[in-house]
């Protein structure tokens, strides 16, 4: 499979939507700019996704693509969401893809994590997180800004319209215990919690299984209101985003065999309250 262009993936977001846009309209960029007083090279910037886009500026492009009701509403949220969540821009010690996920998931609507050995990035406590870049040898600053950045893209969950996020983990990460059996213990009642939120959904592949679809990596799929689906592929070294429809299929079609061979929501919970209990009693 071929690795896709991360630009382009990154151009995918609100300023894609705004090119979209304006191509639809048949207007050049020139014209857009000159009726809003702007260089050039603003918008193209914007349309690219190289820089920022305030929601007063969607505003008055919006005028004059004359888009209303709904739709307007929908990207000023993504708008404000994205002057939001430009914390990690802040953030060192963080990858380009780690960056490009970290936009992606903030405009995705849905998004289905599988994770064979560790719990969910967006689903991890801080000491989990910290005792995970411990083990891998990341310097403690660098992991403290790990920890910070994990922590901020969380909050995709808890704001008033969150993605969908269906995690699908294997049982031997609940029984790897980082940290110590205290440290996972708080990490497991976390996920029970977690799975209580409406716009969350847990499902553990038992070990009873034995070999499965899902035993060659992590992938995390994410959707969008407009723009085609991406995978994310995770690696020690560097990320893989796929957006070509066969492999998106592929992967769609991974994450419903696990979650055919997978437990039910409602046993999975179970099944992580009691492995917390015997990590309780370690």
Known sequence: MSR????????????????????????????????????????????????????????????????????????LGMAERSAESGWWEMIGGLSDESRTLIRLEADATAIVNWEPLLVPGLLQIPDYT?????????????????????????????RPSPPALHALIDETVLRRALGGPAVMARQLR???????????????????????????????????????????????????????????????GEADRLAGVALSPAESVRLVAQIATEHERE
């Open 4 to 75: 896709a262009n991360q630009p382009t993936v990154v151009g995918r977001g609100l300023g894609g939507e705004l090119r979209e846009l304006r191509q639809a309209r048949k207007l050049p960029q020139r014209q857009v700019a000159i009726r809003l007083g702007w260089q050039p090279s603003k918008l193209s910037r914007m349309e690219a996704g190289i820089q920022g886009i305030p929601a007063a500026d969607v505003a008055s492009l919006l005028v004059i693509y004359g888009v209303t009701g709904d739709e307007r509403k929908r990207l």
């Open 130 to 158: 910290h005792a995970l870049m411990s083990g891998g040898g990341v310097p403690e600053a660098e992991a403290q800004s790990r920890v910070a950045a994990r922590l901020g893209r969380q909050a995709i969950l808890s």
């Open 190 to 252: 976390h996920l029970v919690d977690a799975a209580e939120r409406p716009n969350v959904t847990l499902q553990v592949v038992p070990l009873t299984v034995g070999a499965h679809t899902g035993l060659d990596g992590s992938f995390a799929l994410l959707d969008f209101p407009r723009n085609r689906s991406v995978v994310y592929l995770d690696h020690k070294l560097t990320g893989l985003f796929l957006e070509e429809a066969p492999q998106v299929a592929h992967f769609r």
